[in-house]
């Protein structure tokens, strides 16, 4: 069966070759393309159902950071951070000619929209953040860190299912074999070796480890540029990095913003269950 998409690649400007999902949408659409963003771990499969289904009415491009995924990895991991992933994507966006757009944007995703909403306020028509806001709990933060760039493989897809219930089950308590399967599938790829391991680069953790590296400053500020753009808030109940308070300030500066909570799913939903698609599908169905 074909491909939804086209695979395509752009060149950041310090050499990297980045690749990057294109669903054409509808014949003839014209209108702002949906941004999907991923995040840290993460690559372009994490939103392949729902870049599929978005892909019926709008065009939607789905990049791969530098160090993810079929994205070259950096000789150096100090590009390793969000404001140089943005710098990347908006190679992309004017390569493309993409003057306006729809973000969708998990965790690191959502950090990076709220970059490039500050840098250039007003071409984000619409956006959907998942799981993350402009405040960052702690408990979350360390979680990460505990976890992110151990470098570990697996000889079966069975044995890569099992690692990732024992580390994330807190997050997805009901879920079953079937579902960490498809978790895995998303997450790591069969290497050269034959064994399967995580489809990122391990130096990502560095400077995400560090003090300055897990997040970026004054996002409270960066947040401001989205005042009065329609937006949908993704939060999973039994989330450890967004909280219910932050969730309340967000909405209080950002009168068109909703929110859906998403029950029994820690960081980060997929975007795929009942209450986000109905979100999303509301919040797009006005833009």
């Known amino acids: 069966m074909a491909n939804a998409y086209d695979d395509a690649t752009w060149t950041s400007t310090d050499g990297l070759t980045l690749y990057y999902r294109d669903y ?3 014949d003839g659409y014209a209108g702002p393309p949906v941004l999907c963003l991923h995040g840290l771990t993460r690559n372009s499969r ?20 530098r160090g993810r995924g079929q994205s ?44 490039m909403a500050a840098a250039k306020p007003g071409r984000i028509a619409a956006l959907v953040m998942n799981d993350i806001g402009p405040e960052i709990d702690t408990a979350g933060i360390e979680r990460i860190a505990g ?30 074999l079937e579902k960490w399967l498809e978790m895995a599938k998303r997450t790591l790829v069969v290497s050269q070796n034959g064994r399967i391991s995580y489809d990122y680069d391990m130096a990502i953790a560095e400077p995400f480890k560090e003090a300055d590296g897990a997040a970026p400053p004054n996002l409270w500020l960066a947040y401001e540029a989205l005042r009065d753009v329609p937006m949908v808030l993704v939060r999973g109940e039994l989330s450890d990095l967004l909280t219910a308070e932050t969730v309340a300030q967000m909405a209080a500066r950002n009168l068109a913003m909703t929110s859906v909570t998403v029950p029994r799913v820690g960081h980060a939903p997929t975007l795929d269950e009942p209450e986000a698609r ?4 509301a919040l797009l169905d006005k833009v």
């Open 278 to 281: 109905a979100a999303i599908d």
């Open 24 to 26: 054409a949408g509808p």
């Open 147 to 176: 976890y992110v760039g151990q470098g570990r493989s697996y000889p079966t897809w069975i044995h890569a299912a099992r690692s990732m219930s024992s580390v994330h089950g807190s997050s997805f308590p009901d879920y079953d």
């Open 72 to 115: 070259d990895y950096a000789p150096t991991s100090a590009t390793y951070n969000p404001l140089q992933y943005v710098a990347d994507v908006e190679v992309l966006l004017a390569q493309q000619n993409i003057d306006r757009f729809i973000s969708v944007g998990t965790s690191m995703g959502g950090l990076m929209t709220m970059l």
């Open 46 to 65: 994490d939103f392949a159902d729902l870049a599929e289904h978005l892909a019926q009415s709008r065009r939607v491009i789905v990049p791969e950071m």
